[in-house]
């Protein structure tokens, strides 16, 4: 963000924002996955990121993430639940936090194409449109201890 990314990055950025966005309101309203990506295929354009406009978002990606995240979501959330302190399971977490971890995760766990280190560090950058400090360092924390488990290799160099 910070007008660091052009062009691709900044439409996955917003990709990656609106999937957070769609996994929440689905958690919380109990949509289901093809009203909530209808919902945001409208509105795919000029999301607000940070202090700017990231701009029109790589609604493919968005619709991957959302998809994969659900339909993968019977592995993902033991996945996750692994690496979390055993009193706080990824139920009781904040829904914000819980979709955040879970696309992140499906990215990591199901999309080789995506760098991990990117993809950890996109949802933490995701993170920062929703929280100030503990959740940031939490979700990478999370996120960073997957990618290492899941994709040893990428952090071998």
């Known amino acids: 963000m910070n007008g660091r990314q052009r062009g691709k990055p900044v439409e996955r950025t917003a990709a990656r924002l609106g999937a957070v966005q769609a996994l929440y309101q689905m958690d919380i309203a109990g949509t289901d996955v093809g009203e909530t990506l209808a919902q945001f295929s409208s509105r795919a354009r000029g999301e607000n990121f940070d202090d700017g406009q990231c701009g029109e978002a790589d609604y493919k990606h968005l619709r991957e993430v959302v998809d994969?995240?659900?339909?993968?979501?019977?592995?993902?959330?033991?996945?996750?639940?692994?690496?979390?302190?055993?009193?706080?399971?990824?139920?009781?977490?904040?829904?914000?936090?819980?979709?955040?971890?879970?696309?992140?995760?499906?990215?990591?766990?199901?999309?080789?194409?995506?760098?991990?280190?990117?993809?950890?560090?996109?949802?933490?950058?995701?993170?920062?449109?929703?929280?100030?400090?503990?959740?940031q360092k939490f979700i990478n924390g999370v996120l960073d201890r997957l990618a290492r488990a899941r994709r040893a290799a990428e952090f071998a160099a």
């Open 68 to 135: 994969g995240a659900v339909r993968q979501q019977a592995a993902i959330d033991p996945a996750l639940d692994a690496l979390l302190d055993k009193a706080w399971p990824l139920h009781r977490l904040d829904a914000t936090v819980r979709a955040i971890l879970r696309a992140g995760a499906y990215e990591l766990m199901f999309l080789e194409r995506v760098p991990a280190r990117v993809a950890v560090s996109e949802y933490v950058d995701v993170a920062s449109a929703f929280f100030d400090g503990a959740e």
